[in-house]
């Protein structure tokens, strides 16, 4: 849990409705919105277009619609997603725990299905590009 922690409806309303103040939507953050997604969807696809316009929604209203990356967003996505079909029961303290890696090197982790360029594209910036390493899952 990050030092000011925010319980999971005031957050994803706070995305939603763009009352989040941008410092409290952390790397931490960003990973359990996707992992709430994931968990309250019927399926991954409904899961990946929630927490993307969530995304969209938010740094739009903050005036920062550049900051969106749509091939990272999908791609952290599908990560936390294979981790999470492992163990479906888990909460999220127990996942966040278990999963430390997507906190301490998420970029590392996707460097391994990314290539630096084609993950820094323009178009992977603005639609989702498939992976040239390794498959994402």
């Keep these: ?10 957050l994803l309303a706070g995305l939603a409705d763009g009352s989040l103040p941008a410092a409290r939507f952390d790397h931490e953050n960003h990973v359990r919105v996707a992992w709430l997604c994931l968990r ?12 993307c316009n969530l995304l969209r929604t938010y740094v739009a209203g ?6 969106y990356h749509h091939t990272l967003s999908v791609a952290l996505l599908r ?11 888990l909460d999220w303290p127990a996942f966040a725990a278990l ?3 997507l906190f301490v090197d998420a970029r590392g982790l996707l460097a391994r299905h990314y290539s630096a360029a084609r993950l820094n594209s323009a178009a992977a910036r603005r639609e989702f590009v498939d ?7």
Excluded: N, Y
Aim: negative net charge; hydrophobic residues 35%.
């Design 1 to 10: 849990m990050t030092p000011a922690h925010i319980d999971d409806r005031e």
């Design 40 to 51: 309250d969807a019927d399926g991954r696809a409904a899961g990946e277009a929630r927490f």
């Design 62 to 67: 903050l005036g920062a619609s550049d900051k």
């Design 99 to 101: 999963h430390r890696e």
């Design 131 to 137: 992976a040239d390493g390794e498959p994402l899952p």
């Design 79 to 89: 990560l936390i997603d294979a981790r999470r079909r492992v163990r479906p029961e």
